[in-house]
């Protein structure tokens, strides 16, 4: 048996999990072969992102996917999920009875145990603005009850979004798209209008390759992830970590990544899921004014 026709036979045992000894097989031997299969066929990894598109914050994938129209809100809501998931910050939830019958809820934004460990120039504004506010403590007893049951010291999430409000952040046009700009996945063009003092921005040819990738992540991540967790949770972590921060742009599988954590070997994922199950930022959508922190509409295409 040629050796040509003995690396084929190899090659082919070998795509279906079948170990050939000795390898390489040596032209003598081509009659006498041992061969062993591996339990389950071959060990399949988890395809994800791109090391250029896991190295995105949650905010830079989304300014990334919507360009054109996406907006410094829900940029700075995803900067705000993903400070939480990294342990940067935490969110609690205080439930006040004034009289029976009549509770006051609310809830705080609080140093995380990870909060000095964040370097990412996305998510550091919304860190300085959490530093910048005056905090207020929380004692749980009597009337009071504190998740976790702790006393907490925080800034409430409705001030949090006026202050953003208040400070007139441009957190898309300022922020953002200077960084996909560094990255070299957007260019800046002319300004949009005459008036405007804001550059049209396009995705690089490099940009348009990083959008489609996480376009396909984002469209089909939400059931490959429920596929994983029922069949395989292990490699549900595996998939989860192959993409990175992207994640968070699946606000449907928020109860399905909470889970993750417990298959999680010691030490963990790099983001923690558990920590965004009960996080609801929507009083950001209640303050109509906080759109402008998004500049001028959307972006440009690419």
């Known amino acids: 048996m040629s050796a040509g026709a003995l690396s084929n036979i190899e090659s082919l045992l070998a795509a279906q999990g079948i170990a050939v000894s000795p390898s390489p097989i040596p032209a003598e031997l081509g009659a006498w072969l041992t061969l062993s299969l591996e339990p389950g066929g071959p060990k399949q ?11 995105l914050t949650a905010p830079e994938s989304y300014l990334l996917l919507c360009l054109q129209h996406g907006v410094g809100l829900e940029a700075f809501k995803l900067a705000v999920k ?45 860190l300085e603005l959490y530093d910048a506010m005056d905090k207020r403590s929380f004692v749980p007893g009597g009337r009071v009850t504190i998740e976790g049951g702790k006393e907490i010291t925080g800034v409430p999430i409705e001030r949090f979004a ?27 063009r002319g300004y949009k209008h005459v008036l405007s003092r804001t550059r049209e921005a396009t995705r690089t040819p490099e940009g348009r390759v990083a959008r489609d ?81 998004a500049g001028p509409g959307g972006g440009g295409g690419g």
Request: hydrophobic content about 40%; some cysteine.
């Open 213 to 293: 990738e996480l376009d396909v992540v984002t469209e089909n991540g939400s059931e490959r992830l429920r596929a994983l967790l029922e069949a395989d949770p292990s490699r549900a972590l595996e998939y989860a970590r192959a993409t990175g921060p992207a994640l968070l742009l699946m606000d449907d599988v928020a109860s399905e990544l909470a889970s993750l954590p417990q298959y999680a070997p010691q030490g963990g994922s790099e983001l923690d899921f558990a920590a965004l199950e009960h996080v609801d930022l929507s009083v950001f959508d209640y303050i109509s004014h906080i759109g402008k922190m």
């Open 162 to 188: 006026r202050a953003a409000t208040n400070r007139r952040l441009n957190y898309r046009d300022d922020c953002i798209v200077p960084l996909l700009v560094d990255r070299g996945l957007v260019r800046l």
């Open 45 to 55: 990894r988890e395809p994800g992102l791109s090391p250029t598109c896991r190295e």
């Open 82 to 126: 993903e400070l939480v998931a990294r342990g940067a910050l935490e969110y609690r939830r205080v439930e006040k009875e004034r009289t029976p019958g009549w509770t006051t809820r609310r809830a705080l934004l609080c140093d995380g145990p990870r909060k000095n460990a964040v370097a990412q120039p996305a998510l550091l504004p919304i």
